[in-house]
């Protein structure tokens, strides 16, 4: 390349191909996506905020339960069922997803706790992780399916999927956590079956 | 779009931001499909980074740089593999199949080639700074490097592609070759 001003020309040539080619969304598709995660941010926050609640309330029954019968015998410690760590999303990011089944679905209450078989991506099919852990989130947790779904794309809500979710590990879902571990949405990873 | 802990908050209306969004949504996928070599990725990157724009509006300051903002939230999707994973499929999945484009002219393939195989950081500063017309010093802002480290960016990233570029047909020597024969 000769100078500058030719690679400053064959730079914008290249650019504007582009423009040229690219078929972007209409701005308001745009704004209903936004408008879409803002709704799942606030839901997400109300969810959290609400087993935060249940939690606390669970933890005191359980303190308050310590000093109720004997306590069990010494035994060895079995190993710790789960080995799981929630993903925190890396600098700039706005969640990091954890691949897993997902199924044993039961409402308990405005809530649903599902099963988490953790899969991990890599060439070829995904394989386990070995991790297993449940979750609880709210019903109104927003699910983005499209096989469970029928085929179409949907925004679907958790607690509309209890269902089809009850039954064993047949469904992958990429599950989207945020910087404070809060589970913001699932998604079906249909991709993988593609 | 400003740091949300340090503007009072201005936010955009709706037809602010769909002036903004359609006056620059087609330049800036152009500046990262020369930054990433691949026009969907950009596409999809840049639509994320509007998408994001108007998930915060109340901190979307048009009066200051925005676009700048946009710019730097795609490239930071484009090196993050899993984000560009996600964002690929959630567009993919709602746009239907892939629109029929041109394939790209044979010397806009050369030039993408020469552009992917030089570091990152190179390519994102040459694009910066000969596309995007900033200075070495808005470069470094905008990347988050001293001045000095860009303009070694820059000179080793120019001279990488000259070298890759070589003997193609764009390298003007392969254009003027045939007249220094003959004369």
Redesign the interface.
Known sequence: ??D?T???D??????????L?????G??R??A???R??RR?RAARAGGGALLVAALALGGLSLAGTDRGPEPPATDPTPTPSMFVRPTP?P???YA?ELGYVHGAVVEGDAVRITVEQLRAGEGAPTATGVVHTLTLPRRTLV?A?QLAGGE?ADLELGELVDQLAGGPRWVF?IDYDGEGRVGSL?EAF?LAE | MRAPDKSPVQGVDQNAFDAFYTASVGRLIGQLYAMTGDLAEAQDVVQEAFIRAWERRTDLDLDGAPEAWVRTVAWRLAVSRWRRVRSALAFARRQGPPAAVPPPEPHHVLLVQALRQIPEAHRRAVVLHHLCDLTVEQVATETDCPVGTVKSQLSRGRAALARLLADTELDPRATERPEARHG
């Open positions: 390349m000769a500058q030719e690679l400053q064959h730079l914008a040539d290249l650019a504007e191909s582009g423009r080619r690219a078929v972007p969304l701005a308001e745009i704004r996506h936004g408008e995660r803002r941010r890396a700039g990011q706005e997803s983005e499209r794309p990429a998604r991709w």
